[in-house]
C-alpha cells in the first residue's frame, strides 16, 4: 500500500471528521488527497501531533477527531500512548504512517526498524483497539468499523517507501494564516468561539 | 487563603476548564487543586512538551487550558514552543516554578536559575514572576497578555510565594 492511496481510501470515510497531521509525510500526502482545509497542519514540534490532536479531541468531545501521524514523529514521542490511553478520548483516531524511514530526509531508516512493533506498544500502553493495516482492501473494509468504534483507537498503516514522494509541504498557506483559517473554520461549523472579541 | 488555592480561584474565575501538568515539588500541590475540581479536565503528561501541545490543540476547541510544570521541564520543551507556538502564533499559558532562585538550595536547579530568563528572552517569550500573595490576582491581566500577543507566556512561581523563607 501507497501512503497516497491510504490517504486516499481515509478521505473517503473520514465524514464530518477534523483531522490533526504530524509534519512530514503525513501533512504532504494528507493535503495532496484531500486539499481540506478542515485539517490542522503543524509544521513544526515533530512528535507532538498526537498530543496536539489529544487536546482538540479533549476540548470537543462530540466531535469525530482523525490523527494523521508519521513513524518517525511517534517515535520521537513513544509516551504520547501513555498520556492518549489514560485520557481515553472517545472521539480519537490516530493513525500512522508507517514507512519505517524518514521519508522527507532521504528515506533515512527508522531507528530498530526490523523488531519494533508499533501496535504492540501502542497495547502496552493501554490502548486496547490496536491494529496494523497493509492494504488497502482492508482499510477500505475496517475504515467504517474504526470510525463508528470507540476511541481511542490505533491504527498502523504499513506502506511502501516511496522514491518519488512529496518533500515539502504542498499547502499555499502556512503558519499564523493556517490558525486563523482553521479557528475561524470551527468556529463557524462547530458555532464555538475560538478567538476573542478583538480577534485574538 | 494558601497560594494554590488562590492561584486556581483565578484560574476558576478565567475559565479555565483544562489543565495538562507534570509536577515538580513546589507546583505538586496546586496540581492536585487541578486533579481534585471536576469542572476541569485534567490531563497528567509523560513529558512537559505534551502539556504545551494538549494545550494548543485544546485552544482550538475554544478551550482555555493551563500547562502547569517545573522549570527544568519548561526549558526541555522551548523548541516545541518555537516550532509550533511560536511558528503559528498560538498562545500557551505555563504556570512554572521558578526553580535556581537564590534561596532554592538545590544544587541540581541551579543552571535553571541562571539561564531560564536568558532563553526566553532568546526566544522573545514573555513572563512574568509572582513573588507575593497579593500578586496572585494578576493572573487573568496576565492570561490575557498571553492571548493578546500569541504566543506561550510564563507565569513563574517563585520559592518565597509557595514556600516562605529558606530554612
Given at each position: ?24 509525510m ?73 514507512n519505517r524511514v524518514y521519508q522527507t530526509v532521504s528515506a533515512v531508516p527508522m ?50 517507501a516511496q522514491a518519488?514522494h ?35 | ?167
Amino acid at each position: 500500500m501507497k501512503a497516497s492511496e491510504a490517504m486516499q481510501v481515509l478521505a473517503a470515510h473520514r465524514g464530518d471528521a477534523i483531522a490533526v497531521c504530524a509534519l512530514g509525510m503525513a501533512c504532504n500526502e494528507w493535503w495532496a488527497a484531500t486539499r481540506s482545509e478542515e485539517t490542522f497542519y503543524l509544521h513544526g514540534a515533530m512528535g507532538f501531533a498526537a498530543s496536539f490532536a489529544l487536546g482538540l479531541a479533549l476540548a470537543l468531545p462530540e466531535q469525530q477527531i482523525l490523527l494523521i501521524n508519521g513513524d518517525g514523529s511517534l517515535c520521537m514521542n513513544l509516551g504520547c500512548l501513555l498520556t492518549e490511553a489514560a485520557a481515553a478520548p472517545k472521539n480519537l483516531k490516530h493513525f500512522v504512517i508507517d514507512n519505517r524511514v524518514y521519508q522527507t530526509v532521504s528515506a533515512v531508516p527508522m531507528v530498530n526498524r526490523d523488531r519494533s512493533d508499533y501496535v504492540g506498544i501502542a497495547r502496552c500502553a493501554g490502548i486496547a483497539n490496536a491494529i496494523a493495516i497493509d492494504n488497502v482492501a482492508d482499510l477500505d473494509r475496517l475504515a467504517p468499523h474504526i470510525m463508528a468504534s470507540d476511541g481511542p483507537y490505533f491504527v498502523n498503516l504499513e506502506v511502501e517507501a516511496q522514491a518519488a514522494h512529496l518533500a515539502v509541504p504542498p499547502n499555499d498557506y502556512e503558519g499564523a494564516e493556517l490558525k486563523f483559517r482553521f479557528g475561524r473554520l470551527l468556529e463557524k461549523r462547530l458555532g464555538i468561539k475560538v478567538f476573542g472579541p478583538q480577534g485574538y | 487563603m494558601d497560594p494554590y488555592r488562590r492561584i486556581h480561584q483565578e484560574l476558576t474565575r478565567i475559565g479555565v476548564t483544562l489543565a495538562a501538568t507534570l509536577p515538580d515539588d513546589w507546583v505538586g500541590p496546586l496540581i492536585g487543586l487541578l486533579e481534585a475540581d471536576p469542572a476541569i479536565i485534567h490531563v497528567p503528561v509523560a513529558r512537559e512538551a505534551e502539556a504545551v501541545t494538549i494545550c494548543s490543540g485544546a485552544f482550538f476547541g475554544g478551550v482555555r487550558s493551563v500547562a502547569v510544570m517545573g522549570n527544568t521541564g519548561l526549558l526541555t520543551c522551548t523548541g516545541e514552543l518555537a516550532t509550533l507556538n511560536l511558528r503559528h502564533q498560538i498562545p500557551v499559558f505555563c504556570i512554572v516554578s521558578m526553580r535556581g532562585s537564590i534561596d532554592d538550595h538545590r544544587v541540581y536547579q541551579e543552571i535553571q536559575g541562571r539561564r531560564t530568563i536568558a532563553v526566553l528572552d532568546a526566544y522573545d517569550f514573555p513572563y512574568h514572576i509572582v513573588d507575593h500573595p497579593d500578586e496572585i490576582g494578576c493572573i487573568p491581566d496576565a492570561y490575557e497578555a498571553c492571548r493578546l500577543q500569541k504566543r506561550p507566556f510564563i507565569l513563574f512561581l517563585t520559592r518565597r510565594l509557595l514556600k516562605g523563607r529558606p530554612a
